[in-house]
């Protein structure tokens, strides 16, 4: 039982590229949400999803897209990353909308 | 209405001393008081949580006192341990709520 995972853990990226963020979870889990940590700024919600085939925007969705592929995996993608987007992102997903949040390890992005 | 606020935002305690951190909300249809613990390089984890119909509530050395009339609620942490170095938010949603909102954080350490 691995819980949350999120590939990669790690990525470095120039202004422009693109990048999807992968994050699956075991749990059967029905809602999943993307969070970004900035120093400072605590947790800020970009997407979440509270079912499968359903995603909704959060408090910073500029610049995201998601995709709730199926009920395990929920991606973050990048279109034209941008240095404001340097920040280490957390998947989480949960039973219910407001139950126990499980968070994966972070995905640590850094655009040049 | 949406915010949660927290403080301080760091805090040094000496070993077997009591820690203290405080959350304040505005917006009355919050319901539900989670605190999550995240150590360095991992993902945060629920800690504890609270809803309105009780005033506090203890597991083990961690307490949340909850006061409704004045929208604010903190976390007790008794006896404190090198250990519980880590750092802590605050967080609220409501029933209808599809996602959390998180305070900013707040870094404790413990000195030996």
């Known amino acids: 039982n691995a819980g949350v995972t999120q590939t990669p853990k790690f990525q470095v990226l120039k202004t422009g590229q693109s990048m999807t963020l992968q994050c699956a979870q075991d749990?059967?889990?029905?809602?999943m949400y993307w969070y970004r940590q900035d120093p400072g700024m605590g947790l800020r919600l970009i997407y979440y999803?509270?079912?499968?085939?359903?995603?909704d925007k959060g408090e910073v969705p500029n610049g995201y897209n998601v995709s709730r592929l199926n009920k395990r995996e929920f991606s973050l993608r990048l279109e034209s990353a941008a240095p404001s987007q340097t920040s280490v992102y957390f998947c989480?997903?949960?039973?219910?909308?407001?139950?126990?949040?499980?968070f994966g390890p972070g995905t640590r992005l850094l655009v040049l | 209405q949406q915010q949660v606020k927290q403080s301080p935002q760091s805090l040094i305690v000496q070993k077997g001393g009591i820690s203290i951190i405080n959350c304040a909300y505005e917006n009355t249809a919050f319901d539900y008081f989670p605190w999550y613990q995240q150590f360095p390089g991992k993902g945060p984890a629920l800690l504890i949580a609270i809803r309105p119909d009780v005033s506090e509530k203890k597991e083990g050395r961690f307490t949340i006192s909850f006061n409704k009339s004045a929208k604010q609620f903190s976390l007790h942490i008794m006896d404190s341990q090198p250990g519980d170095s880590a750092t802590y938010f605050c967080?609220?949603?409501?029933?209808?709520?599809?996602?959390?909102?998180f305070g900013k954080g707040t870094t404790l350490s413990v000195s030996s």
């Open positions: 749990m059967n889990h029905n809602s």
């Open positions: 989480a997903s949960s039973e219910g909308r407001v139950e126990t949040q499980y």
């Open positions: 999803s509270a079912s499968e085939g359903t995603t």
């Open positions: 967080a609220a949603s409501n029933q209808a709520g599809t996602a959390l909102i």
